[in-house]
């Protein structure tokens, strides 16, 4: 086991489907044409020295390392910046250019520190390493004059010195050890779009600077690790190299974090931790990350974290730590005696969208084999449950078309109630590349999100639509396209029911759809609508992304429909560039959809009616499966406290600060007479918990995620479990104490058990997954190899299907009591409900959630930024601080979820969307008023909450 090294070839690789024959150095090599000297000869084994080259950004050839002769030309020009040609006869190791590369390399050597011994880079400088394969065995111009490696000269202070920048908690920027070859600035540039760096400065005086000479915690940077990454020297270090020293082995496993899906190397030190560093063949991510994955992961080691199970009679009781025995016998035992008293529907379980896919699977089985019931659901019912209901009714299959290389084809980008800046980072960089190559951007959002105005992008449209309106704008879009003869007929013969489309047309092209009638309600300007349709319709491939902003409604279903029907009338489906691509917000939350974790459908979304599915699981299980669907998660609480559900088996979810109207999940809580949390922390829902069973990170367990793109990738182990078991243990052991005579010996046994099940994993093993490095879903017979792009010859349904998308509006409105929207999102640094990342020093950029208010509203009420606010709807308050900007319109006011102390959630409502019963997290009317400190709420809230994390010390033997 040793450091996984990756080839850097020092450009980008070429697209061209025409091939270049040259020779290097006597070696012949063949080429896509537009590829560079440099890559030619890496990939004929041939390294060219260079300091300023890495194929993560494009080539600059400033430092002048990678000189080559060319037979026929003059001069020695770079190989990074030049192309090849057909029989061109390159020289990369002649007399004339070693001695420049030397020349060159002393001039780097005569202004830099030479503390190589104790530099944190030792051992991975690239500086390092070119001065000896150059050659370099002196520097003749001594180390006196102007230099930016000592803080005096001669006694007086040196003003080309900078002190080392430490802002940032992740990294620290040592300006003396800069070579200032550009490609920290040009990562941040061409890889992440933020345009934070800058060279500042000319010829001598030249320095890396980030924003307008600022600290790096102070300017623009997003701290993804992009220039951390690229910096070939010690200049841009991780703070974890410094303290712990250079990692000596490393292992290929995915980020849990967003629905991304980054393909990381944790790179170790024995068994801990000093770096996660992306990993370039990563598909998901191609070699980028954001700070959550790149640093975000010291929640692993935090002190709260709990290792010991504990159990408790009364949720007012301290807790007692007990043995991994007797916490899953007295669970067990409960569990029997509630079915046992209530009836055997009485109990279920919540299946952790944070877990991985055997994990989840495993939960679902314990239900559905141990309990006997099909009271089973998962996180997907918060988030994105209608992108499972509209899309299985319009094309078939409950999940995006696309994969995230399709956006390299994308010529109009339309962005549905999504925020890929914050929640989806790495993906919305890719994103952001192809818009400054020149592809159109719609976006429909509330707010004025990050990409609707950044560095070199800006919107061609943005409609800021009132919340809770989705439905009634795209149905809008549709009609323009409708009316105005823009819809692709020929691809509507061929692929959908002409019948269900000229129904369909008939009703989007119906006056009260129309712009002019849909901008009045929705506060958006007509023209804007008509203009982004016929932009959508006309100006090529086209791709909608969409969110939480579009699912989260009381019709968030029938949006997905409406953007399904979008789609479809402009014959963007089935190609890459094109599709409908809804951005999943957790890690593994499809792969929790995809293993049965609802309470109606059994792995592969098969419903739990159809007999011959559920003889398959009969007959591998050995019991007899309820045939009727169970409880969602709002029914569990609701028959909680009606009295009829008595226990609840949670993994990894916190449903008492995620789930919607805060008080009635608290009271379900209470009501339960068993509450088993399985997860990292005491988190808020442990707060009504019996039960508590320590969980394990992501670098603790082997198996697998599955992104938003349905890519299945492997989650290797990469330390022993700190509590003592994967979680998938701890739920075999579960299952083994209700009596069923499991044994996995390793997670691929239960992969295996899913593939044998589930037709659209057939073809997936640990085994295949190792070859092919990832696979998207169906992966089988008729697929071996994968499926990036769904529905290319036909629909998984047969006929795309169109349907009538109605808008009704929601049954939350503003009045004089409640003036204002309230919507919920996420930010950049935190994630979910900061579990993790609140143990992190990502609290240093949001360390509470704040309310973002208009100008003119805030005006109104009095209020100045930073003012403490009362916060009110229907369902309750809470207070927290203002955010005037003007992000936001007029009438509505919008925050994040990551704080329990804030609780949003106390606030929103239990109106939901009519299919799958997704909470309205996106529509709360609301008042907001000036605030004196924490509401009666909070303070209750504060107090239980402490006394329900209280830990018994065990008594000193006598």
């Known amino acids: 086991m040793g450091l996984i090294q990756e080839i850097d070839y020092g450009t980008p690789a070429s697209t061209s489907e025409k091939q270049v024959t040259l020779t290097v150095d006597g070696f012949t090599v063949t080429v896509p044409e537009g590829t560079s000297i440099m890559r030619a000869s890496m990939e004929a084994g041939i390294a060219i020295p260079k300091l300023c080259a890495t194929d993560m950004v494009d080539a600059f050839g400033s430092c002048r390392l990678c000189l080559v002769e060319i037979d026929g030309r003059n001069g020695t020009p770079s190989s990074c910046t030049t192309p090849v040609g057909p029989g061109m006869v390159v020289h990369t190791q002649t007399g004339r250019l070693k001695d420049i590369r030397r020349g060159v390399m002393e001039l780097y050597i005569s202004d830099h520190p030479l503390d190589c011994l104790t530099c944190a880079a030792n051992g991975d400088c690239e500086l390092q390493t070119q001065a000896g394969v150059v050659g370099l065995r002196d520097v003749r111009y001594g180390y006196e004059g102007d230099n930016h490696v000592f803080k005096k000269n001669d006694g007086a202070e040196n003003f080309k010195w900078m002190a080392k920048d430490e802002s940032n908690p992740y990294f620290t920027y040592d300006p003396s050890k800069c070579i200032v070859c550009s490609r920290c600035v040009r990562a941040c540039e061409e890889v992440q779009g933020t ?21 790096f915690i102070d300017s623009e940077c997003v701290s993804c690790g992009a220039c951390v990454q690229a910096c070939p020297t010690a200049t841009l270090s991780e703070k974890s190299v410094i303290k712990i020293g250079q990692p000596e082995h490393s292992v290929v496993t995915t980020c849990a974090y967003c629905g991304v899906g980054c393909s990381f190397k944790a790179e170790m030190r024995g068994d801990e931790l000093v770096r996660m560093v992306p990993y370039k063949d990563g598909k998901a991510n191609r070699g980028h990350s954001c700070v959550k994955g790149r640093f975000a992961y010291g929640y692993s080691t935090h002190k709260e974290r709990i290792l010991n199970p504990m159990i408790r009679e009364k949720v007012t009781d301290p807790w007692r730590e007990v043995s991994w ?81 399709s956006i390299e084809q994308t010529d109009v980008v339309m962005i549905i109630g999504a925020n890929p800046t914050d929640a989806h980072p790495v993906f919305a960089s890719r994103m952001k590349k192809r818009l400054r190559k020149g592809a159109k951007l719609i976006v429909l959002d509330p707010r004025r999100t990050d990409i609707v105005r950044s560095a070199h992008i800006e919107a061609q449209h943005h409609l800021p639509l009132k919340p809770g309106t989705n439905v009634a704008v795209v149905t809008a879009l549709a009609h323009v396209i409708v009316t105005e003869g823009l819809f692709d007929e020929a691809f509507i013969r061929e692929r959908c029911d002409w019948d269900e489309f000229q129904d369909w047309a008939s009703f989007v092209a119906l006056p009260e759809n129309s712009p002019e009638v849909v901008g009045q309600l929705a506060n958006v300007d007509p023209e804007e609508i008509r203009s982004a349709a016929r932009l959508f319709a006309t100006g090529g491939n086209g791709a909608i992304y969409y969110g939480l902003g579009v699912t989260e409604h009381s019709q968030g279903s029938t949006t997905v429909i409406a953007i399904a029907n979008l789609a479809m009338a402009t014959g963007n489906i089935g190609r890459p560039g094109v599709g409908v691509n809804p951005l999943r917000g957790q890690n593994n939350v499809q792969g929790s959809c995809d293993m049965g974790s609802f309470p109606h459908e059994l792995p592969g979304y ?35 406290v009606d009295g009829s559900f008595k226990g609840l088996y949670v993994q990894g979810e916190d449903i008492l600060q995620s789930d919607p109207d805060t008080k009635h999940v608290a009271a379900g809580l209470a009501a339960m007479e068993c509450v088993v949390v399985h997860d990292l922390f005491l988190n ?14 992501f670098l603790e367990k082997d198996g697998t995620f599955t992104n938003a793109e349905r890519r299945i990738n492997r989650v290797r182990k990469v330390m022993a479990p700190k509590n003592g078991l994967a979680d998938w243990e701890v739920t075999q052991k579960l299952a083994q104490a209700m009596g069923l005579a499991w044994n996995y010996q390793h997670p691929s046994e239960i992969m295996g058990e899913i593939a044998k099940t589930t037709p659209s994993f057939a073809k997936v093993s640990y085994d295949y997954l190792e070859k092919m490095g990832s696979v998207q879903w169906p992966c089988n017979e008729q697929a071996p190899e994968g499926t990036p792009i769904m529905h290319i010859s036909g629909f998984v349904r047969g006929k795309g299907k169109f349907i009538r998308t109605e808008y009704v509006a929601t049954d939350e409105r503003t009045g004089p009591r409640f003036p204002l929207l309230l919507t919920t999102g996420r930010i950049l640094s935190q994630y979910n409900v900061g579990a ?57 006011v919008y925050t994040t979820f990551h704080h329990p102390d804030t609780q949003a959630n106390v606030i929103t409502t239990d109106f939901s969307d009519w299919a799958t019963n997704c909470p309205e997290y996106k529509v709360t009317a609301v008042q907001v008023g000036a605030s004196n400190g924490p509401s009666e709420w909070q303070r209750d809230y504060d107090e239980q909450a402490r006394n329900s994390r209280r830990i018994a010390t065990l008594e000193a033997a006598e």
């Open 684 to 697: 808020e829902t442990a707060n009504y918990a019996h039960v508590f069973l320590p969980g394990s990170t």
């Open 325 to 405: 025995e007797e916490a899953l016998t007295h669970t067990a035992n409960e569990f029997r005696r509630i079915q046992y008293q209530y009836g055997r529907t009485s109990i279920g379980g919540i299946t952790s969208s944070r877990c991985t896919n055997e994990e989840t699977y495993l939960v679902q089985k314990l239900i559905r084999q141990g309990f006997r019931n099909n009271n089973v659901d998962t996180c997907a019912r918060v988030c994105h449950s209608p992108t499972g209901y509209g899309l299985g009714q319009a094309f078939g299959t409950s999940a995006g078309t696309q994969d995230f290389d």
């Open 195 to 215: 345009f934070a760096l800058t060279i500042e400065g000319r010829g001598f005086e030249s320095r890396v600077s980030p924003g307008m000479h600022q600290l």
């Open 606 to 640: 098969r419903h739990v009616s159809g007999d011959a599915v559920r003889d398959i699981y009969e007959s591998l299980w050995g019991v007899k499966l309820d045939d009727e669907p169970g409880l969602r998660i709002p029914n569990m609480l609701d028959a909680a």
């Open 836 to 892: 993790q990342t609140r143990r992190t020093d990502n609290v240093m950029w949001h360390s509470e959630d704040r309310l973002e208010i208009h100008p003119h509203d805030a005006e109104n009420r009095g209020l100045r930024d930073g003012d403490w606010v009362r916060l009110t709807s229907r369902s309750g308050e809470t207070t927290l601080r203002a955010l005037i900007t003007d992000k936001v319109s007029p009438g509505v």
